[in-house]
């Protein structure tokens, strides 16, 4: 026997004396669970780690859109807390208006419970969960990995997980987007309450949400009915820290919310990818917040989850039966493709439009509240009909639209008067708003 075959022996030998998982996910969010339910149905050894217990709270209004609800796993039951069928519109408390449909525009989860059943899902598919499991780092050489076709998964506490693919899930400040090299164009801050609402309150919100554009550039709040709870957030750049706490502070006061107690008051930062960004280093893909993958303009981020997630686990699997680093790096960057062919193709349009929504808020507010094509490509993108991407690929207006916006952004001088954009992007007596003086039905 040669040496070279004694030394390929010596290597399977290693790992095999070890439990080597086909798939590891770090992370058990909506990207995560979607990437181990992916991976666990073509009947791999998927193992599922999570550093909390489940379920937990996070950050996030709760809104499931169309392209989310299209991106679940068969028979899932979403346990919608509404469903909303009205959109009031305000610009910074004032011009108020809302906007009512006949067929549901989206619906409203809490995401402990989401996030449950997601991973029950996963569970239920063959996946192994893991809760109370830190992820130190990863590591695909050294002392630690056994042979070329594995991938070292360290815990806090020192204990080595072995995977033939690592999928990185554990959302905007990943560990598994550092090894990677995720690179960030846009970082938003973003503060909620859960505020607990008397049955009179709770009824007058029943089925309709408030999005309110804000005072900083890019920023907006909002309000999501929840049975007895609102969710109330806003968010702006980063950098704007003291106000965006005063925007939720005021926007709360200006709801006639203040006299009540949040249950819960938390932040959160969201990370928007670069578009020369990563997805992928040798056996390891990113997906979800850790990819910084969401929509840069509204920061939509579930839908995101949940595709990137499902695209993850369809290719790690790939990737786990791949022999060599060169057919692994031709499985990655198939997955990279795919996700900048559909999501990719969003984003770009969601920074164009965020741009423009910068300079221009009370522009997107009268189209929304008072243009019909506007109206009706807002209820087809909630709902999944369409996408930014491809409203903007298949309607001529809406390509002039932002055409026209694009070319006006790039004519403005700094001495004009519209607000310039926040310098934190690194790309490169008012009305009442829960009161709507006018009200129309979809047409």
């Not at 590591?139 to 806090?156: N, T, Y």
């Not at 499985?331 to 920074?351: D, H, I």
């Not at 009268?366 to 491809?390: H, K, N, Q, S």
Request: proline share 6%.
């Amino acid at each position: 026997m040669s040496s070279e075959n004694s030394s390929a022996d010596d290597e399977n030998s290693s790992a095999d004396a070890r439990q080597v998982w086909d798939v590891v996910v770090v992370g058990a969010g909506p990207a995560g669970a979607s990437a181990a339910y992916a991976a666990a149905v073509t009947g791999r050894r998927v193992l599922l780690l999570e550093k909390a217990e489940l379920p937990r709270y996070k950050t996030c209004g709760g809104g499931i859109i169309g392209p989310s609800r299209d991106a679940l796993p068969p028979g899932f039951e979403l346990p919608f807390r509404d469903r909303v069928h009205a959109v009031t519109f305000s610009n910074n408390g004032r011009f108020t208006r809302t906007r009512r449909s006949r067929q549901m525009l989206f619906g409203l989860i809490n995401r402990p419970e989401f996030d449950q059943q997601l991973v029950e899902h996963a569970q239920k598919a063959g996946a192994e969960l893991r809760t109370g499991a830190t992820v130190q780092r990863v590591e695909q050489h050294g002392s630690s990995v056994p042979d070329r076709r594995s991938v070292a998964v360290v815990l806090q506490g020192g204990e080595t997980l072995l995977a033939r693919a690592v999928v990185g899930a554990d959302g905007s400040a990943s560990r598994i987007g550092a090894h990677v090299g995720v690179k960030l164009d846009q970082v938003d801050l973003g503060l909620e309450a859960e505020i607990p609402v008397p049955d009179t309150v709770a009824e007058d919100w029943k089925g309709r949400v408030l999005i309110d554009w804000g005072p900083m550039p890019g920023s907006y709040g909002w309000v999501f009915p929840k049975g007895d709870t609102l969710t109330v957030g806003v968010i702006s750049a980063r950098g704007e820290g003291a106000a965006t706490k005063r925007y939720l502070e005021d926007f709360i006061g200006r709801l006639g919310l203040a006299g009540f107690e949040p249950s819960i008051s938390s932040g959160h930062l969201t990370r928007c990818r670069a578009d020369d960004s990563p997805l992928s280093r040798g056996r390891v893909l990113v997906c979800g917040d850790a990819a910084g993958l969401l929509e840069p303009w509204t920061r939509e981020g579930i839908s995101f989850a949940l595709r990137s997630g499902r695209l993850a686990g369809e290719w790690a699997v790939r990737i786990s039966e791949a022999h060599d680093a060169v057919d692994a790096r031709r499985q990655a960057l198939n997955y990279a493709f795919a996700v900048k062919a559909g999501l990719g193709v969003e984003m770009s349009v969601g920074k164009r439009m965020l741009a423009a929504f910068e300079r221009r808020p009370g522009l997107f507010h009268a189209a929304l509240t008072g243009v019909r094509p506007a109206w009706r490509a807002f209820t087809d993108i909630t709902r999944g009909r369409t996408t930014l991407g491809e409203l903007v690929r298949s309607h001529p207006m809406a390509q002039r639209a932002l055409t026209a916006m694009d070319r006006r952004q790039k004519a403005a001088s700094p001495s004009t008067q519209q607000p310039s954009p926040s310098p934190s992007r690194s790309r490169s007596s008012s009305q009442p708003a829960a009161e709507s003086p006018a009200e129309e039905g979809e047409s």
